[in-house]
Nanobody, 124 residues
Framework: QVQLVESGGGLAQAGGSLRLSCAAS????????MAWFRQAPGKEREFVAA????????YYADSVKGRFTISRDNAKNTVYLEMNSLKPEDTAVYYC?????????????????WGQGTQVTVSS
């Protein structure tokens, strides 16, 4: 089992940047595929980005491709989401998620463990 704690959310202006971090407990972090999802008020939770166990494979939603970058540091048990060129429509609660299965999944039902979320608000 793994516990996830997100940090780094906050308020940013359109065009600005934020960096989210997700710290994982336990000694088996490198065995989990990791992802970021987000949920805006009144909307369903949506996929943002994912990264494979080794960090060699990365996946992005079309809406963030070219603006967001996912990365991980297995030595620090941490996954990151670098968000640039932020837009008001990026406003949401951002969740970190872990998937124990070997193969990557890109929907929220594919992930086994979730953090509590961190709020990101982008003003126009």
């Amino acid at each position: 089992q793994v516990q996830l704690v997100e940090s780094g959310g906050g308020l940013a202006q359109a065009g600005g940047s934020l960096r989210l971090s997700c710290a994982a407990s336990g000694r088996t972090f490198s065995t989990y595929n990791m992802a970021w999802f987000r949920q805006a008020p009144g909307k369903e939770r949506e996929f943002v980005a994912a990264i494979t166990r080794s960090g060699g494979g990365k996946y992005y939603a079309d809406s963030v491709k070219g603006r967001f970058t996912i990365s991980r540091d297995n030595a620090k048990n941490t996954v990151y989401l670098e968000m640039n060129s932020l837009k008001p429509e990026d406003t949401a609660v951002y969740y970190c998620a872990a998937r124990a299965a070997q193969f990557m999944g890109l929907t929220h039902v594919d992930f086994d463990y979730w953090g509590q979320g961190t709020q990101v608000t982008v003003s126009s």
